[in-house]
């Protein structure tokens, strides 16, 4: 299930309609992407997120698509905010369900690793003094979704 | 067509989307480019390195030179920093 929303979203309340009057699911994995208050070595004091609506829901829906054909999983939710950020809050959930634990780890990891650098979504960084500035793509996000490309 | 621009790219050129017809100079997203740099400075620099434009046709990433016809929607964007 994949959710691209404006509006911050609650952990607990997400995980726990997932598992309701589940008794076949053994393990549940969350990530949970928070708005920190550094990049870089620089202060940050808020952030902003721009997407492309229409490919950021195709995106998330192939990789999705993507995990459930490579691990046994149940449920999968992937919810991505877009707008403006204060620190501290949540900016990204993915959840996965699976009969064992190890399924819903790897399943979890791939999909954050994958979303980071497909699903099209830019974000901006504000500092102390006010300036705004868009948020370079990292190397290292690269290498971690490279890891998978050869699991298949 | 239609072509979207987002983040740093709709900043340098201060427009979010366009529309413009298929013809022989934008027959493909290759020609479609090389027009674009002659438009003007800002265009000439927003398309002076490709290495950070990514380019999506009707909402799918391309990886080489496609084909476009009138009714595409076309989008230019930096690499994605989402998550």
């Known amino acids: 299930m994949i959710r691209v929303q404006r509006e911050k979203f609650d952990i607990g309340a997400e995980i726990e309609a997932l598992t309701t009057g589940r008794t076949d699911i053994g393990a549940v994995v969350s990530f949970t992407g928070l708005v920190r208050d550094f990049n870089d070595g620089n202060k940050v004091t808020g952030l902003s997120l721009e997407h492309y609506p229409g490919m950021t829901e195709r995106e998330l829906a192939k990789i999705e698509d993507e995990a459930r054909g490579r691990w046994d999983i149940q449920e999968c939710l992937i919810i991505h905010r877009h707008g403006k950020m204060a620190l501290g809050e949540p900016i990204v959930l993915v959840v996965t369900a699976s009969p064992h634990r190890r399924d819903a780890f790897e399943a979890a990891h791939f999909l954050m690793d994958w979303l980071k650098t497909k699903a099209p979504f830019w974000k901006q960084e504000m500092n102390a003094s006010g300036e705004v500035n868009w948020v370079n793509e990292r190397e290292s996000d690269l290498e971690a979704a490279k890891r998978w490309s050869s699991d298949t | ?83």
């Open chain 2, 1 to 83: 067509m239609k072509i979207l621009y987002f983040a740093w790219l709709k900043a340098k050129l201060q427009m979010t989307e366009e529309v413009v017809s298929c013809s022989d100079e934008r027959r493909d997203t290759d020609s479609l480019v090389r027009w674009m740099k002659k438009r003007g400075p800002a265009f000439e620099e927003v398309f002076s390195d490709l290495e950070v434009v990514r380019i999506a046709v009707n909402q799918e990433y391309i990886t080489g030179n496609t084909t476009l016809s009138e009714g595409d929607e076309i989008a230019f964007f930096p690499p994605v920093t989402g998550g």
